[in-house]
Each structure stands twice: as structure tokens, then as C-alpha cells.
């Protein structure tokens, strides 16, 4: 399942190492209000996606799940 992530904090960055162990969840966005901390969080953790709007991110027919 392809899972979006809301938010670039500190219970974010102790949650994707977890959902990355699953054999269930791909980490495959990220949402950040911020596009510089969307992309720094992206990079660190090897996510492809990065959106800035919440538009944006729905309109994504790829994404099955979305971590708030």
C-alpha cells in the first residue's frame, strides 16, 4: 500500500522506520506545508513524493493511505 505521510515533526521521522520494516506500507509521499522540509525529509528517508498542498496530494490516484 502506498502511503502518504502528513506532517514533517519528530513522531513523523519515529514512524517512517517503522511503516519502512512492513511489508505492507511504501513509504510513497510526504506532505509538508514547508517545501524545504517536505524535501529534507524526503531525502533523508528515500520518499519519492513530495506535496505542498493538500489538493495536490488527494488528487493522487497512487497514494492508498494517508498517516496523519
Do not use: W
Not at 506500507?25 to 528517508?45: D, N, P
Request: hydrophobic share 40%; glycine share 6%; net charge negative.
Amino acid at each position: 500500500m502506498n502511503l502518504c505521510i502528513i506532517g514533517t515533526g519528530n513522531i513523523t521521522k519515529t514512524m517512517i522506520p517503522e511503516f519502512k520494516k512492513s511489508n505492507i506500507f511504501i513509504c510513497y509521499s510526504v506532505l509538508s506545508r514547508k517545501e524545504e522540509t517536505g524535501h529534507a525529509l524526503a531525502e533523508q528517508f528515500g520518499i519519492e513524493n513530495v506535496y505542498t498542498s493538500m489538493e495536490e496530494m488527494l488528487s493522487d490516484p497512487d497514494i492508498d493511505i494517508v498517516y496523519i
